[in-house]
Protein backbone atom coordinates (compact mmCIF):
# COMPACT_ATOMS: atom_id res chain seq x y z
CA UNK A 1 0.00 0.00 0.00
CA UNK A 2 1.38 3.20 -0.84
CA UNK A 3 2.09 6.08 1.33
CA UNK A 4 0.41 9.38 1.60
CA UNK A 5 2.34 12.58 2.60
CA UNK A 6 -0.01 15.98 3.61
CA UNK A 7 0.58 19.91 3.25
CA UNK A 8 -0.32 22.62 3.72
CA UNK A 9 -2.13 24.86 0.92
CA UNK A 10 0.03 27.64 1.96
CA UNK A 11 -1.22 31.14 0.62
CA UNK A 12 -4.38 29.87 -0.43
CA UNK A 13 -7.42 32.07 0.59
CA UNK A 14 -9.87 29.47 -0.56
CA UNK A 15 -10.12 26.33 -2.23
CA UNK A 16 -9.94 28.10 -5.73
CA UNK A 17 -6.93 29.06 -5.21
CA UNK A 18 -5.31 25.93 -4.71
CA UNK A 19 -7.57 24.94 -8.07
CA UNK A 20 -5.72 27.62 -9.56
CA UNK A 21 -2.52 25.76 -8.97
CA UNK A 22 -3.08 23.32 -11.22
CA UNK A 23 -4.94 24.90 -14.05
CA UNK A 24 -3.02 24.94 -17.26
CA UNK A 25 -0.50 22.87 -15.52
CA UNK A 26 0.54 19.55 -17.60
CA UNK A 27 2.99 18.15 -14.42
CA UNK A 28 2.45 20.65 -11.25
CA UNK A 29 4.73 19.44 -8.92
CA UNK A 30 6.04 20.98 -5.13
CA UNK A 31 9.28 21.92 -4.50
CA UNK A 32 11.36 20.69 -1.30
CA UNK A 33 14.50 20.73 0.27
CA UNK A 34 14.91 17.10 1.42
CA UNK A 35 13.04 13.86 -0.11
CA UNK A 36 10.83 11.96 1.75
CA UNK A 37 13.08 8.74 3.48
CA UNK A 38 10.17 6.55 2.05
CA UNK A 39 10.37 8.25 -1.23
CA UNK A 40 9.71 5.03 -3.30
CA UNK A 41 7.13 3.63 -1.20
CA UNK A 42 5.29 7.75 -1.83
CA UNK A 43 5.08 6.68 -5.61
CA UNK A 44 0.93 5.40 -6.59
CA UNK A 45 0.27 7.42 -3.12
CA UNK A 46 -1.10 11.46 -2.98
CA UNK A 47 -0.20 14.33 -1.54
CA UNK A 48 -3.27 15.81 0.19
CA UNK A 49 -3.30 19.67 0.62
CA UNK A 50 -4.54 21.29 3.99
CA UNK A 51 -6.72 23.98 3.81
CA UNK A 52 -8.00 25.97 7.12
CA UNK A 53 -6.93 23.06 9.54
CA UNK A 54 -9.02 20.13 7.05
CA UNK A 55 -7.79 17.91 4.65
CA UNK A 56 -9.74 19.05 1.09
CA UNK A 57 -7.89 17.91 -1.74
CA UNK A 58 -4.93 15.21 -3.10
CA UNK A 59 -3.17 14.68 -6.31
CA UNK A 60 -1.63 11.56 -7.07
CA UNK A 61 1.87 11.58 -6.70
CA UNK A 62 3.74 10.19 -9.53
CA UNK A 63 7.47 10.54 -9.05
CA UNK A 64 9.97 12.28 -7.56
CA UNK A 65 13.17 13.87 -9.42
CA UNK A 66 16.36 16.20 -7.79
CA UNK A 67 16.68 19.74 -9.29
CA UNK A 68 20.31 21.19 -10.72
CA UNK A 69 20.00 23.35 -7.15
CA UNK A 70 19.54 19.83 -5.10
CA UNK A 71 16.22 20.81 -3.95
CA UNK A 72 13.80 17.46 -4.94
CA UNK A 73 10.31 17.99 -6.67
CA UNK A 74 7.66 16.00 -5.85
CA UNK A 75 5.67 15.29 -9.17
CA UNK A 76 2.20 15.49 -8.86
CA UNK A 77 -0.53 13.86 -11.39
CA UNK A 78 -2.18 17.35 -13.00
CA UNK A 79 -5.63 16.63 -11.71
CA UNK A 80 -7.25 17.49 -7.75
CA UNK A 81 -9.62 15.33 -6.40
CA UNK A 82 -11.66 16.85 -3.54
CA UNK A 83 -11.39 14.98 -0.77
CA UNK A 84 -14.26 14.55 2.44
CA UNK A 85 -12.56 17.15 5.04
CA UNK A 86 -11.03 15.66 7.56
CA UNK A 87 -9.60 17.54 10.63
CA UNK A 88 -5.51 17.66 10.60
CA UNK A 89 -3.75 20.03 12.23
CA UNK A 90 -0.85 22.58 10.32
CA UNK A 91 2.55 21.64 9.79
CA UNK A 92 5.67 23.44 8.28
CA UNK A 93 6.88 21.00 4.84
CA UNK A 94 5.41 17.72 4.19
CA UNK A 95 4.56 14.95 6.46
CA UNK A 96 3.66 11.16 6.30
CA UNK A 97 -0.26 10.78 6.80
CA UNK A 98 -0.72 8.24 9.26
CA UNK A 99 -4.42 6.68 9.38
CA UNK A 100 -7.31 6.22 7.05
CA UNK A 101 -7.05 8.96 4.58
CA UNK A 102 -10.28 10.59 3.49
CA UNK A 103 -12.65 9.58 0.89
CA UNK A 104 -12.85 11.15 -2.29
CA UNK A 105 -15.99 13.37 -2.78
CA UNK A 106 -18.18 11.45 -5.78
CA UNK A 107 -19.52 13.71 -8.40
CA UNK A 108 -21.92 16.13 -7.36
CA UNK A 109 -21.74 15.35 -3.54
CA UNK A 110 -22.16 17.98 -1.55
CA UNK A 111 -20.52 17.88 1.62
CA UNK A 112 -22.89 20.81 3.13
CA UNK A 113 -21.57 22.97 5.93
CA UNK A 114 -18.62 21.79 6.86
CA UNK A 115 -16.99 22.40 10.81
CA UNK A 116 -14.05 24.49 10.55
CA UNK A 117 -11.01 22.64 11.41
CA UNK A 118 -10.35 24.63 14.53
CA UNK A 119 -13.46 23.54 16.16
CA UNK A 120 -13.75 19.71 14.80
CA UNK A 121 -10.48 19.17 16.35
CA UNK A 122 -11.84 20.11 19.44
CA UNK A 123 -14.78 18.21 19.19
CA UNK A 124 -13.07 15.31 18.01
CA UNK A 125 -10.55 15.66 21.15
CA UNK A 126 -13.96 15.56 23.51
CA UNK A 127 -15.24 12.42 21.62
CA UNK A 128 -18.07 14.23 20.38
CA UNK A 129 -17.20 14.01 16.42
Known sequence: MPLNLTK???????????????????SPHLTTKYRPTKWEQCIGG????IHQ???????KI????????GRWLIELEPKLIRVHPQ???????????????????EDGEDIGDALPGKMAVKLQKLGLI
Open 62 to 69: TGFSQTDS
Open 87 to 105: PKRAHQGWRYLKGEPPRDL
Open 46 to 49: SLYW
Open 8 to 26: IAFGAQSFDDIESWYVGRR
Open 53 to 59: HNLVARS
